[in-house]
């Protein structure tokens, strides 16, 4: 069992930037892909970024790519999402997963944390 807790969410204005957390324990955490995914009131959970266990190779939404930077710290067992100019539309639930490939698909992924909220105000 891995066990995911993300943090730094919150209420930001258009343009601003926020860095989101995701702490890991239980099993070893160098072993998964992490990826974040987000979901606003009314859509279905989307794919925003994923992060290969080796830290190396990223894969992101179009929706994001150049705003968004996700990074991991295999020392620390934490996993970043930097998003930077965000819009309203960014507005979303934003939740971390782990699993053994990088993906893009929410199945892929074995473990999620609760997730943390961030809003964007225009």
């Known amino acids: 069992q891995v066990q995911l807790v993300e943090s730094g969410g919150g209420l930001v204005q258009a343009g601003g930037s926020l860095r989101l957390s995701c702490a890991a324990s239980?099993?070893?955490?160098?072993?998964?892909?992490v990826g974040w995914f987000r979901q606003a009131p009314g859509k279905d959970r989307e794919f925003v970024a994923t992060?290969?266990?080796?830290?190396?190779?990223?894969n992101y939404a179009d929706s994001v790519k150049g705003r968004f930077t996700i990074s991991r710290d295999n020392t620390r067992n934490t996993a970043y999402l930097q998003m930077n100019s965000l819009k309203p539309e960014d507005t979303a639930i934003y939740y971390c997963?782990?699993?053994?490939?990088?993906?893009?698909?929410?199945?892929?992924?074995?473990?999620w944390g609760q997730g943390t909220q961030v809003t964007v105000s225009s």
């Open positions: 992060v290969h266990w080796s830290g190396r190779s990223t």
């Open positions: 239980g099993r070893t955490f160098s072993n998964y892909a």
């Open positions: 997963a782990a699993g053994y490939n990088v993906a893009t698909r929410r199945d892929a992924y074995n473990y």
